[in-house]
C-alpha cells in the first residue's frame, strides 16, 4: 500500500489551503486515514482521523472546527481541508493508514504512510 500526500504549501495567515493524500491498490473499506503533523523541534501531531466510509472522524482539539476531514472513495483519496490557519500549523503534515476501526491518535499505531508534504503559514 502506498499513499501519496499532496497540496502543501505556503499560505498567510486566516489562509486555507487542502491536502490530498491518495491510497494505491487495495481497497479499504476497512481502514482509518489520518493525518499527523511536525514541526521542526517537535513530536510528531496528530491532526485527525476518518474512516474510510466517512462515518467517523476525530479532531485534534487544536484543529477543531478549523480542519475537516472529506473523502472520495472512488479517487482513493482523503482530503485534509484547512482553514484558518494559524503560523504554529507550520509543520510538515503526513497522512497515515492503519487497519481496522478504531481513530487512534498514536502516530505509532499506524503502519502506512505517505511523504510528508510541507505547510507554511506566514505571518
Known amino acids: 500500500v502506498q499513499l501519496q500526500a499532496s497540496g502543501g504549501g505556503l499560505v498567510q495567515v486566516g489562509g486555507s489551503m487542502r491536502l490530498s493524500c491518495e491510497a494505491s491498490e487495495r481497497t479499504f473499506s476497512g481502514v482509518i486515514m489520518a493525518w499527523f503533523r511536525q514541526a521542526p523541534g517537535k513530536e510528531r501531531e496528530f491532526v485527525g482521523a476518518?474512516?474510510?466510509?466517512?462515518?467517523?472522524?476525530r479532531y485534534a482539539d487544536s484543529v477543531k472546527g478549523r480542519f475537516t476531514i472529506s473523502g472520495d472513495n472512488a479517487k482513493k483519496t482523503k482530503y485534509l481541508q484547512m482553514s484558518s490557519l494559524k503560523p504554529e500549523d507550520t509543520a510538515v503534515y503526513y497522512c497515515?493508514?492503519?487497519?481496522?476501526?478504531?481513530?487512534?491518535?498514536?502516530?505509532?499505531?499506524?503502519?502506512?504512510w505517505g511523504q510528508g508534504t510541507q505547510v507554511t503559514v506566514s505571518s
Open positions: 497515515a493508514a492503519r487497519d481496522g476501526s478504531v481513530l487512534d491518535t498514536s502516530a505509532d499505531q499506524y503502519f502506512y
Open positions: 476518518q474512516t474510510w466510509n466517512g462515518r467517523s472522524t
